[in-house]
């Protein structure tokens, strides 16, 4: 009888659960959440293709598990997520092309384990990655990617949006037409920046050995360094401008070398420190400042 | 080199009529950075008929051309995926 009873609640709240399903769609509110768990053995390999527009943010934990917790419009996006060993792949689609496509959203929120490689893709709606160790490529058309305190080989490529880097180490590619990249506190022993508009900032030291290429068609390229710093430094524009606020730490080239700027540019080289890493800025009309950090 | 931008001319010819990510946000960024490549690569290509031997711009244009190359292969993805 009591056993009779449980059955009973148990189906009549799966009928109501199923009916609050069923009327979602039509009430065209409440977004639908989905959280799925997948046990990974060593360094997961997840893959977000997110076709729709939406916010993709990971997070790490010390669990060798990876959470995948969507939110969507209901019966507007479809989710496929697959786990073949350690990696992990997630697409999502649009499921009505025909219907307003800014009702197509879906976010993303990914914990995973900090060893993890990452390849993410979204249209508009924020990149953000926080305390991440594993090589990764993002990509994004007009949505901004922010990274906090990850490390490896990161790509980065967006269409417009703009790139802000704080803590970042290991190597750094990012590639924009009208994106801005911020390069922030990095320990970076490789960064290729190119933007054909945008403005390109770094703010912090470069490592010995290391070698940055920050180039920017129309925009502004600015290096603030610190007064520790060991670097070779060429800078050169086309038709822009060399904007040297640094003149008192710049020596002249210490290394001896013969240095061309080309006849059709400004150029400036110098040296700070020892000039053990590579420095190399150019613009083609856009101005290039040099400063030292205070 | 100016093979390259007329087979990237080419492509473009078949945007300008496409959906594209059929969400107007991506496809106004889509559409503005590609008027805005178009206007770098017509910059570079001035400067460079008048200074044929520099090397720096050159450098520029081939640059932005692999970007406009990339960009038209992302709208066609972009225009495919909902046709």
């Keep these: 009888m009591q056993s009779r009873g449980i059955r009973q609640i148990a189906f009549s709240a799966l009928g109501v659960g199923l009916l609050v399903c069923a009327a979602a769609p039509i009430w ?16 997961p390999f997840v893959v977000l293709q997110n076709i729709v527009n939406g916010r993709i943010e990971v997070k790490s934990w010390k669990n060798s598990e990876v959470v995948v917790s969507s939110t969507s419009a209901p019966g507007k996006v479809g989710i496929d997520i ?14 009505e092309p025909s219907s307003d496509p800014n009702e197509a959203e ?4 990914l914990t995973v384990p900090e060893k993890t490689e990452l390849q993410l893709r979204t249209q508009t709606g924020l990149i953000y990655v926080e305390q991440v160790s594993g090589d990764m490529k993002l990509q994004s058309v007009a949505g901004d990617v922010h990274l906090k305190e990850v490390s490896g080989y990161i790509i980065v490529k967006t269409t417009g ?6 803590q970042c180490a290991g190597k750094l590619e990012f590639t924009s037409i009208s994106g801005n990249a911020q390069i922030l506190q990095p320990s970076l022993t490789s960064l290729n920046a190119m933007t054909t508009t945008g403005n390109i900032l770094y703010d912090g030291d470069f490592m010995h050995t290391g070698m940055y290429s920050m180039n920017s068609g129309r925009g502004l390229v ?4 610190s007064g520790n710093d060991s670097f070779d430094l060429k800078a050169q524009t086309l038709l822009g401008h060399v904007d040297n606020q640094a003149a008192a730490f710049l020596k002249p080239d210490t290394h001896g070398s013969h240095h061309s700027g ?8 110098g040296t700070v420190g020892q000039g053990l890493a590579k420095v190399e800025l150019s613009s083609y009309s856009g101005t290039i400042r040099i400063l030292k950090r205070d | 080199m100016a093979n390259g931008g007329l087979v990237l001319n080419q492509a473009e010819l078949a945007v300008p009529n496409m959906q594209l990510a059929g969400n107007s946000t991506v496809d106004a960024s889509l559409r503005d950075n590609l008027r805005t490549v178009n206007e770098f690569i017509a910059e570079c290509q001035q400067h460079l008929k008048q ?3 520099d090397d720096l711009a050159r450098e520029y244009l081939e640059s932005a051309y692999q970007q406009k190359a990339e960009l038209l292969a992302a709208m ?6 909902e046709h």
């Design chain 1, 262 to 269: 080309g006849r059709f540019s400004h150029a400036l080289f």
């Design chain 1, 82 to 95: 697959e786990q073949v060993g350690d990696r992990i792949e997630i697409n999502a689609n649009s499921l």
């Design chain 1, 222 to 225: 600015e290096v603030r360094f």
């Design chain 1, 106 to 109: 879906a976010d993303f929120q």
């Design chain 1, 28 to 43: 065209g509110a409440s977004p639908e959440h989905q959280e799925r768990h997948f046990t990974v053995k060593d360094h």
């Design chain 1, 161 to 166: 949006g703009t790139l802000v880097c704080t």
């Design chain 2, 51 to 53: 200074h044929p031997e």
């Design chain 2, 76 to 81: 066609m993805d972009s225009g495919g995926s």
